[in-house]
Nanobody, 121 residues
């Protein structure tokens, strides 16, 4: 069974940078767009970023534009989220996603296991 396996995350200070990784395990996500969502405690899941499988077009949530960068690895089965200038409000559980729809990431979606990012002052 194909799965998304996340790595990275942890505790950082405001202003620091962090990179999250997500890799396909047990198969391939060729033909899938990939992205990141996050969910803070007590809040709804929020779209963070997505990258198209066809031409590499990217989309970002308003709250992370200019600070976060999404990219794919050479094999197309890995996606990264580079997070710079982290803020307290970036604290959340981050989820990797693979989907046949872009940029909504709403169809045929696979999810990673989630990883905690905590930004302290």
């Amino acid at each position: 069974q194909v799965q998304l396996v996340q790595s990275g995350g942890g505790l950082v200070q405001a202003g620091d940078s962090l990179r999250l990784s997500c890799a396909a395990s047990g198969g391939t996500f060729l033909g899938y767009s990939m992205g990141w969502f996050r969910q803070a405690l007590g809040k709804e899941r929020e779209f963070v970023a997505a990258i198209s499988e066809s031409d590499g077009t990217t989309r970002y949530g308003d709250s992370v534009k200019g600070r976060f960068t999404i990219s794919r690895g050479n094999t197309q089965n890995t996606v990264y989220l580079q997070m710079n200038s982290l803020k307290l409000e970036d604290t959340a559980v981050y989820y990797c996603a693979a989907s046949v729809s872009f940029p909504t990431m709403s169809k045929g979606t696979y999810w990673g296991q989630g990883t905690q990012v905590t930004v302290s002052s």
